[in-house]
């Protein structure tokens, strides 16, 4: 069974471009996640959709970023403008089950952005 | 605020050995706590997950423990392997948002053979 899998793994761009992160999560899986490392910092929630729904976005930074799970199978994370402080890690992670009390994340390998 | 302070520096210690890592976490809590193992360059893995009233959890050369009153986690890896080698990251969530997880920043493991 193939796993949660990311594209591009890595980007890298000029300030103020635009960058599409893609996602597909484990076949079956309703419950999706963004995540996000920046340098020298903890991995931080971003937002939760449930199949096409976003549940909870509240950890999106602000209104350049865009996620979106058309069709509730794969997802795509939008950043435009781009600023340099959006450079770090992006890790999406799907479960089947909603919530973490009943299993855990499959995260996937991360798309690393750079934004020069 | 919530924070989640897990030893920065590196853990080193000699192959055989048990290694015990640490998890701490002020003004929070959880009703859940995860262990997730993470390589360079790759996602995390999750491992373990425990409960606010479960007191300790074992898989296979791994044990967890949790005590609320003290706000601490306790992560033993027993008889530790160079494979062993890698950033282990404690995560905790509440009941009121038990899918959104909040990290520590993780402790880096390394087995010496």
């Known amino acids: 069974e193939a796993g949660v899998t990311q594209f591009p793994s890595h980007s890298v761009i000029e300030k103020g471009q635009t960058v599409t992160l893609r996602c597909d999560p484990i076949?079956?899986?309703?419950?999706l996640y963004w995540y996000r490392r920046v340098m020298g910092k903890e991995i931080k929630f971003l937002l939760h959709f449930v199949k096409e729904s976003k549940q909870d976005e509240s950890g999106m930074p602000n209104n350049r970023f865009l996620a979106e799970r058309t069709g509730g199978t794969y997802s795509t994370l939008k950043v435009q403008p781009a600023e340099l402080e959006d450079s770090g890690v992006y890790f999406c992670a799907s479960s089947l089950w909603r919530g973490t009390n009943t299993g855990e994340l499959f995260f996937g390998e991360g798309s690393r952005l750079t934004v020069l | 605020s919530q924070k989640i302070e897990q030893n920065s520096e590196a853990l080193n210690i000699q192959e055989g050995k048990t290694a015990t890592l640490t998890c701490n976490y002020t003004?929070?809590?959880?009703?859940?706590l995860q262990w997730y193992r993470q390589d360079p360059g790759r996602g995390p893995v999750f491992l373990l997950l425990?409960?606010?009233?479960?007191k300790e959890k074992r898989k296979e050369r791994l044990k967890v423990t949790f005590d609320t009153t003290l706000k601490q986690s306790l992560f033993h890896i027993t008889a530790s392997q160079p494979a062993d080698s890698a950033t282990y990251l404690c995560a905790l969530a509440g009941m009121d948002s038990s899918y959104k997880l909040i990290f520590g920043s993780g402790t880096r493991l390394l087995v010496r053979p």
């Open positions: 076949s079956g899986h309703d419950n």
């Open positions: 425990i409960r606010e009233n479960e």
């Open positions: 003004n929070y809590s959880p009703a859940y």
